[in-house]
């Protein structure tokens, strides 16, 4: 890691540090590395109360907080970065608190070349020793929602460690031209300028972007007010973001779950074709279509001949891909307008759009007979037969002759289809009436 700071300067010893005596503000440099103060100026010394400046470098930290800590560390990262940090802190030289606004630069200090920063007390904020004013200081410094301030140009004011945290990658001092430090934190740097545009014409808003930051591209959402700098006055960009990337990730779960419910409930999970519960969601603009051009509609039951034999003597695997190579030669013989589903076991409902007259589906069911009468070859089969034979009975209801919905019309060609079984299999029948005969084959 040393090398990675080899561009700071290395202050070797006490004796470097003449000149910064004859300054009348506070400066002092803290050690990073054994976490406790190197050197201080007179100024320094007064502040803390002390008289020596080995009080000052032997003063017990032992107390402070792991969060303490961790704001330092970020508070050099960010210095090392950008040359330069002015950020408030509080600090408690008599026991009570007193927030400064502080500039840092990030040298490394002694032969061991310790990190460390020197801290100028740029000016005390006047925030009164009032409790709520002085625990909003702490609550931006250790709260996780990233805070940061910028000016109308892009460029940061004043940002807090979770935001230096999120975007310590970024090096704002190499930036192109048309690109400032408020954009490149986004994913795509022309819609962060386009953003900062309308949050200075609108006054502010809450919106929600891919983010470019350490941990990988993330949704954060932003809420951004315009508000003035305490001492200059000069308005400026205040943005708070909000990681709402599992936000996000539990959404689209929960709809990729309801996708894979509405896919459970729409479609036959062996053969892929749509299910019952989906033919009776869409039957009726079929129906509807059909009254409104005055044609007629097929209903057609199918129900497969022979397939309980393979299924009972060669398993339910030998037996889906049965059923799945019989989906495909069906889908195989249909219009795009018609539409398919299976409805459980061997059992498969076709509707065949816009026919003309009996004929018209009649010849659809001599061809799905035909089809089917082709052996089924199934390969890479070593246990069970490379060929399997399976036949269709199919019932067949016409709209509007036979009902008026898909359930009336389902029950009509499921009567017509048993006619079939008992005369035979392998064949097709149109409920017309009781007596009817079934054609010859």
Same mark, same amino acid.
């Given at each position: 890691?040393?090398?990675?700071?080899?561009?700071?300067?290395?202050?070797?010893?006490?004796?470097?540090?003449?000149?910064?005596?004859?300054?009348?503000?506070?400066?002092?440099?803290?050690?990073?590395?054994?976490?406790?103060?190197?050197?201080?100026?007179?100024?320094?010394?007064?502040?803390?109360?002390?008289?020596?400046?080995?009080?000052?470098?032997?003063?017990?930290?032992?107390?402070?907080?792991?969060?303490?800590?961790?704001?330092?560390?970020?508070?050099?990262?960010?210095?090392?970065?950008?040359?330069?940090?002015?950020?408030?802190?509080?600090?408690?030289?008599?026991?009570?608190?007193?927030?400064?606004?502080?500039?840092?630069?990030?040298?490394?200090?002694?032969?061991?070349?310790?990190?460390?920063?020197?801290?100028?007390?740029?000016?005390?904020?006047?925030?009164?020793?009032?409790?709520?004013?002085?625990?909003?200081?702490?609550?931006?410094?250790?709260?996780?929602?990233?805070?940061?301030?910028?000016?109308?140009?892009?460029?940061?004011?004043?940002?807090?460690?979770?935001?230096?945290?999120?975007?310590?990658?970024?090096?704002?001092?190499? !930036? %192109?031209?048309?690109?400032?430090?408020?954009?490149?934190?986004?994913?795509?740097? $022309?819609?962060? =300028?386009? +953003?900062? @545009? &309308?949050?200075?014409?609108?006054?502010?808003?809450?919106?929600?972007?891919?983010?470019?930051?350490?941990?990988?591209?993330?949704?954060?959402?932003?809420?951004?007010?315009?508000?003035?700098?305490?001492?200059?006055?000069?308005?400026?960009?205040?943005?708070?973001?909000?990681?709402?990337?599992?936000?996000?990730?539990?959404?689209?779960?929960?709809?990729?779950?309801?996708?894979?419910?509405?896919?459970?409930?729409?479609?036959?999970?062996?053969?892929? !074709? %749509?299910?019952?519960?989906?033919?009776?969601?869409?039957?009726?603009?079929?129906? $509807?279509?059909? =009254?409104? +051009?005055? @044609? &007629?509609?097929?209903?057609?039951?199918?129900?497969?001949?022979?397939?309980?034999?393979?299924?009972?003597?060669?398993?339910?695997?030998?037996?889906?891909?049965?059923?799945?190579?019989?989906?495909?030669?069906?889908?195989?013989?249909?219009?795009?307008?018609?539409?398919?589903?299976?409805?459980?076991?061997?059992?498969?409902?076709?509707?065949?759009?816009?026919?003309?007259?009996?004929?018209?589906?009649?010849?659809?069911?001599?061809?799905?007979?035909?089809?089917?009468?082709?052996?089924?070859?199934?390969?890479?089969?070593?246990?069970?037969?490379?060929?399997?034979?399976?036949?269709?009975?199919?019932?067949?209801?016409?709209?509007?002759?036979?009902?008026?919905?898909?359930?009336?019309?389902?029950?009509?060609?499921?009567?017509?289809?048993?006619?079939?079984?008992?005369?035979?299999?392998?064949?097709?029948?149109?409920?017309?009436?009781?007596?009817?005969?079934?054609?010859?084959?």
């Amino acid at each position: 890691m040393k090398d990675a700071y080899a561009h700071l300067v290395h202050i070797q010893s006490h004796d470097e540090l003449g000149l910064y005596e004859l300054i009348p503000d506070v400066v002092w440099i803290f050690d990073l590395d054994k976490h406790g103060w190197w050197w201080g100026n007179q100024p320094a010394l007064k502040f803390w109360g002390l008289s020596q400046l080995d009080e000052l470098i032997n003063k017990d930290l032992s107390g402070d907080t792991q969060g303490a800590r961790e704001r330092t560390a970020q508070t050099f990262e960010l210095a090392a970065k950008n040359g330069l940090t002015i950020d408030p802190w509080t600090t408690y030289p008599d026991g009570k608190p007193k927030t400064l606004y502080m500039k840092h630069r990030a040298v490394l200090v002694g032969p061991e070349r310790h990190r460390a920063i020197i801290a100028y007390i740029n000016e005390e904020v006047n925030l009164g020793e009032t409790p709520e004013n002085l625990l909003l200081v702490e609550a931006m410094r250790y709260t996780t929602v990233m805070v940061t301030s910028f000016s109308f140009e892009g460029d940061i004011v004043i940002e807090n460690p979770a935001a230096t945290e999120a975007y310590k990658h970024i090096d704002t001092k190499q !930036l %192109p031209d048309n690109q400032s430090a408020f954009s490149a934190r986004f994913a795509v740097p $022309a819609e962060g =300028e386009s +953003r900062l @545009q &309308q949050a200075i014409s609108d006054k502010g808003g809450r919106w929600t972007h891919l983010m470019r930051t350490s941990a990988g591209l993330r949704k954060h959402t932003l809420d951004i007010r315009i508000t003035r700098h305490p001492l200059s006055g000069d308005f400026l960009i205040l943005l708070a973001e909000y990681d709402v990337t599992p936000l996000y990730e539990a959404l689209d779960e929960a709809h990729q779950a309801q996708e894979e419910l509405r896919k459970m409930a729409h479609y036959d999970a062996v053969t892929g !074709l %749509p299910s019952l519960n989906f033919l009776l969601q869409h039957a009726p603009s079929y129906l $509807a279509r059909a =009254e409104r +051009r005055r @044609q &007629q509609l097929a209903v057609m039951f199918i129900d497969l001949d022979g397939f309980k034999t393979i299924n009972d003597s060669w398993g339910h695997d030998t037996g889906d891909r049965v059923l799945r190579e019989v989906a495909q030669r069906l889908s195989g013989l249909l219009r795009e307008a018609d539409q398919i589903a299976r409805i459980g076991g061997d059992e498969f409902i076709i509707l065949v759009d816009n026919i003309r007259d009996e004929n018209s589906v009649t010849i659809v069911a001599e061809k799905i007979i035909h089809r089917l009468e082709d052996k089924i070859i199934l390969k890479d089969s070593t246990v069970i037969p490379t060929q399997m034979s399976v036949s269709a009975s199919i019932g067949i209801a016409l709209f509007p002759d036979h009902g008026n919905t898909l359930e009336q019309l389902i029950k009509v060609a499921d009567n017509a289809m048993y006619r079939v079984k008992k005369h035979g299999k392998a064949n097709y029948s149109i409920e017309n009436s009781p007596g009817r005969d079934l054609p010859a084959r």
